[in-house]
C-alpha cells in the first residue's frame, strides 16, 4: 500500500499533536502536587491541594481556617484526612496523611478513638494530584 507525502504529514501532525497533549497533562499534574491541611479546636480547619508548592498550600490552608488553627500537616502526592468526634466536637479528633485515601480515612478515625473520641466520623479529605 502506498501512502501521498500529505496522509503521511497529517498523519505525523496527529502523533505530534497527541504526544504534546500528553506531555503538558503530566507536567501540570506533576508541577500541581503539594498539599495541607490546618486544624483547630471544635472541627476548625482549612484545605489546599494541587497547589505548586508545600508553602503555598500550607498558606492557603491557613487562610482558609475557619477557626484558631495552630496544628498544620502538609502532603505532596498524597491524601489527608481529618475527623473529630461527633458527641463533642471541641475534643478528640484524629489526623492522617498517607499514599492513599483509604488508608489515611482509616488512621485519622483510628487516632481520633484513640485520644478519646465516641462517635468519630470524618470531617473533611483531601488528596493532590497524585494521592
Avoid at 17 to 26: P, R, T
Avoid at 33 to 45: E, N, R, S, T, V
Wanted: glycine letters at 8%.
Amino acid at each position: 500500500m502506498i501512502v501521498s507525502t500529505a496522509v503521511a504529514r497529517r498523519r505525523a501532525l496527529f502523533v505530534a499533536a497527541i504526544a504534546l497533549v500528553i506531555g503538558a497533562s503530566c507536567l501540570m499534574t506533576k508541577s500541581h502536587a503539594a498539599g495541607a491541611f490546618a486544624m483547630g479546636k471544635c472541627g476548625a480547619y482549612g484545605e489546599a491541594y494541587d497547589y505548586p508548592a508545600v508553602s503555598t498550600a500550607l498558606a492557603a490552608a491557613l487562610k482558609q481556617c475557619s477557626g484558631d488553627c495552630k496544628t498544620t500537616v502538609t502532603m505532596k502526592r498524597a491524601c489527608a484526612a481529618f475527623s473529630v468526634d461527633m458527641a463533642n466536637p471541641c475534643g478528640a479528633h484524629g489526623y492522617a496523611v498517607k499514599p492513599r485515601i483509604s488508608s489515611s480515612l482509616n488512621e485519622a478515625t483510628r487516632e481520633c478513638y484513640k485520644f478519646g473520641g465516641k462517635q468519630c466520623v470524618i470531617r473533611a479529605w483531601a488528596c493532590d494530584a497524585k494521592g
